[in-house]
DNA sequence: GAAAGGATCCGCT
DNA sequence: GCGGATCCTTTCA
């Protein structure tokens, strides 16, 4: 098990840090997996909560790197994210199961392994992630995540569920993976 | 004060 | 493949 990633990881340019988190593992009280999709957002960009400035809601993107920034969408389901430098974010977008399986699939209502944390709501309803969590350090427990161990071969592409921005490579995943929210449309492999 | 719409998921057709 | 659920943040008058 390699060494759990400090805040400094995260106070780096977004795409890089995005890049770097396919097959990180992530931890949250026990139960996560292997990042095998994320998003990255910053504030240039028109589809980012933060293109518009700091508000209520987004505050979080706007402080110091390495921390959760946790937001409700549709009213049902939240979304993780981890604070880059000012204004930039991650989502997470999916996992590996691999630790707390039993916990996570009584959360997800006894789904099999492939549905337990394919998608952003899902991953968050797995861990049992809401807005209490946002603002946590992701350095300290409840948050383990530790870096990726070897090579992973990244995929690229368009996020997804957007409608601005909508057209920004800014999706990664790990190539081939079985536990994406989606499979990539049109495997690009990251340059 | 009002209205629109969203970084989603699930069930039904 | 499509639409409803569900709510609250943000924007605009």
Partial sequence: MSALLEKSFFDRPVVAV????????LLFAGA????????AYDPT????HSFRGPTPRNRVMFGPPGHAYVYKIYGIHYCLNFVCQPGSAILIRALEPLEGLDIMR????GLADRQLCSGPGK??????????HDGLA???PPFAISAAEGAHPIATGPRI????????????????SRFLSRPMAKVQPDL
């Fill in 161 to 176: 569920g957007i409608t601005k921005g909508a057209e920004t490579p800014w999706r990664f995943v790990l190539a081939g």
């Fill in 106 to 109: 009584a959360r997800r209502g």
């Fill in 18 to 25: 995005a890049r770097d988190l396919i097959g990180a593992n």
């Fill in 32 to 39: 996560g997996g292997r990042i095998v999709e994320v998003e």
């Fill in 123 to 132: 991953l968050a309803q797995a861990l049992g992630i809401d807005l209490e």
């Fill in 138 to 140: 992701l350095d300290a």
């Fill in 45 to 48: 960009d028109p589809a980012s």
